[in-house]
């Protein structure tokens, strides 16, 4: 037990695990930016659960982060031991003298105790948080929060906000947070003004316009109608339906990205590319009889007919959305919590401990370094 203690409160160790420390962290930063292949998604995840799940197989590469991991919980560990074996000396010797000099030994022990407490976040953060980012939300669409069942999130709205020189100066996305029937929370998402709720943020990432329908224009020919030639504009969302004429209705089926028939004359996707987008239509007349056609999408003015009625795609149908990436991290406070003790145990050092150091160390300087025949009051002034 006592070389284990010793091994633990020896300054070599804490020189040798920052050095270690260091190296580990360095060899990381070349092997990020050299593997993309391998790191790509370590930034839109969490560390531990990460590493599980891909980082293992391709230890050749990312061996640093386990030794990395075990070198911080060493010097964590150091860090422990040589607090509590000070601490303990310095409440050995009593209370003496003004307040300032007895807290003045506790100092840079506060210090070390906010590097553990933002330590100790850092690990609970890398093992139990997540982030998932691409959460698609169209206005009105409601969403289940990822691993967290029974919490939803509701796009109301989406504002771009335009500065004075015409260009985007920001945006704000009108959310709710539900249970599924009741509204938990109400709140707005700005850029880089996240929503928080129980530790867990939702960022926005980004937002645009997306085709959610098509404005069609319908003509039917006389020869299918004994009424003259006529026109109608209707406006139907994907895998909807619409009526037009008398007692005929329009219903769109499967969109199909990169279009082609089979030798049998059946549709099929030759890839999941956007290469000639078709989309197919079904027209119903009054008595139920079907017909079916394809629709080119790819651009305005695509047209195809179905006995004597010739659809023509006129426009399409917009509508906004918000993509949101939503983290959550459950040591988050304790690392506030740590850099704030830390701040506070720096400048406590700096401003109530400091001063009187100076004074000594001034002193020690004079009396080693200045010849008397210098030491005059001009020279202790200067110094």
Known sequence: MKPLLNFFTSLKTTIVLVVLIVLASAVGSFQIPMNPNIYGNLSAGILIPWFISDGYLHLSSTWWLPALTLFLTLIGINTIVCTIQRLYKIWGRGINGSFKTAISPYLPHLVHIGFLIGLIGHFIGNAYGFKVSGNLLYKGDSINV?????????LNASKEIIGNDGRLAGIIDDVNLTNGK???KKGTIEINRPLI??????????HGNSPSGFILKITESPERNSSPLSTETVKVQLGGRVRFAEGKELVL????????LDKSGKPYNRSNTFNNPVQELSIYNDKGIKNKTWLPVGRKGDKTSARGIEITLADYLWEPYVVLNI???????????GSLISVIGVFSLLFIRGEAELVKNRNLIRQ??????LKTNDTSRTL
């Open 327 to 337: 983290n959550y991290n459950p040591g988050v406070l304790l690392v506030f919590t």
């Open 182 to 184: 009741d509204i938990i």
């Open 253 to 260: 089926g499967r969109l199909y990205p990169d279009f082609a």
């Open 197 to 206: 709720y129980k530790g867990i943020a939702f960022y926005h990432s980004r």
């Open 146 to 154: 990822p691993h967290y069942k029974g919490l939803y999130i509701t």
């Open 368 to 373: 080693k370094f200045i010849p008397k025949s």
